[in-house]
């Protein structure tokens, strides 16, 4: 499979815990995004990597929030001391160029946490 | 004022009828536009984007683009059951946005036999 993939699939915990989300975009790919995407909402931005640079970030994305991608390859998304409102579908997406004359975002499968 | 917001759902329509699906985005310098689909549990993916004021078509798909109107929309000609599905409208500000996308709420479609 050559599309985005993201593990795991399903995440469920506890308030307080840390979560870790991998992200594992199309190879060739050297543009990445994560979205947050609540029910009945449509995805919102939340960082954007260019290779390994993380170039933007979202006033969303707290302190708690934290985001890298090593190596420009794969990225991973914490959250610490979750709470129960960051339950959401997280969404990882890439592209080979910016979205400029509509250059398609690629999105993975997404991860759906729920904190208890 | 939201950045980007799309008519109110849920729309139902009959199979083989043209369901009509609308947006409205607030910043002037966006410079492309995206529509993409989700269904039920699934991620969105890209059915259409435009960039240029007029209409655009892609099978039984149609997008229109007024920017002066800040107007966006998409046609699905000969709706099937198959269409039933939320329907995100997104735009690229460009400059210093890197590529994000802004999205809409989402419109359910439902199309029924």
């Known amino acids: 499979d050559t599309g985005v993939s993201q593990d795991p699939r399903h995440k469920i915990t506890k308030r307080g815990q840390n979560v870790t989300f991998r992200c594992d975009p199309i190879?060739?790919?050297?543009?990445l995004y994560w979205y947050r995407q609540t029910l009945g909402q449509g995805p919102e931005f939340l960082t954007y990597f260019q290779n390994e640079a993380q170039l933007e970030k979202s006033r969303l994305l707290s302190d708690r929030f934290s985001a890298e991608r090593p190596k420009g390859s794969f990225s991973t998304l914490e959250i610490q001391r979750t709470e129960q409102g960051d339950s959401a579908m997280y969404l990882c997406a890439s592209s080979l160029r910016p979205s400029g004359r509509g250059n398609e975002q690629f999105f993975g499968p997404g991860t759906r946490l729920t904190v208890l | 004022q939201k950045e980007v917001e799309q008519n109110s759902g849920p729309l139902s329509v009959p199979e083989g009828a043209i369901a009509s699906l609308n947006c409205t985005y607030s910043?002037?310098?966006?410079?492309?536009f995206f529509w993409y689909r989700q269904y039920s549990g699934k991620s969105p993916e890209l059915i259409m984007f435009i960039y240029s004021n007029g209409d655009k078509e892609d099978g039984r798909f149609t997008a229109q683009l007024n920017k002066a109107s800040q107007y966006v929309s998409l046609l699905i000609r000969d709706s099937q059951p198959s269409d039933s599905a939320t329907y995100l409208c997104a735009f690229y500000a460009g400059g210093t946005s890197y590529g994000k996308l802004t999205f809409g709420q989402g419109t359910i479609l439902t199309v029924h036999p």
């Open positions: 910043d002037r310098g966006s410079q492309s």
């Open positions: 190879s060739e790919h050297n543009r």
